[in-house]
């Protein structure tokens, strides 16, 4: 699979963004990453990007549980907004309620859910996941 052009972290964990962005760079998974601490940063950020149709991320990994604007509230708006391209979502969490994890597969924007913490593994699986969306 060529290279992810742009992946967004959306986590307030210091300790995962760290890790996430060393595994990212280590698999060279992606050209570039932004880091968001919370969803609606995100959010404020993404909606006029997806408005326009650019410079729109290829993923986003996306945590559940941060402070302002949590990953559900992230997601409803989201939904809400527009745009011609795919952009792949992976909800990457430390929760390992079964709610949680069906609750994310009720929304079609959601390609996975990802238990933390993020090892090279997960980030193969990710990519391999992803070349097959694309193939499809």
Avoid at 12 to 26: E, G, R, S
Avoid at 34 to 59: C, R, Y
Avoid at 73 to 101: C, G, M, R
């Amino acid at each position: 699979m060529k290279k992810v052009n742009i992946t967004y972290i959306i986590d307030d964990d210091p300790i995962f963004v760290f890790t996430a962005q060393k595994m990212l760079k280590f698999e060279d998974f992606c050209y570039n990453f932004s880091v968001f601490h919370n969803g609606e940063d995100a959010i404020n950020h993404l909606a006029p990007l997806m408005k326009a149709n650019t410079d729109l991320p290829d993923l986003i990994l996306l945590d559940l549980n941060m402070p302002i604007m949590d990953g559900w509230q992230f997601l409803d708006e989201f939904i809400k907004i527009k745009t011609t391209k795919k952009i792949t979502i992976y909800i990457v969490s430390s929760s390992i309620d079964p709610a949680d994890i069906e609750k994310a597969k009720t929304y079609q924007e959601v390609s996975n859910y990802v238990i933390k913490p993020i090892t090279r593994e997960k980030i193969k699986h990710i990519s391999d996941e992803m070349k097959q969306q694309i193939s499809n």
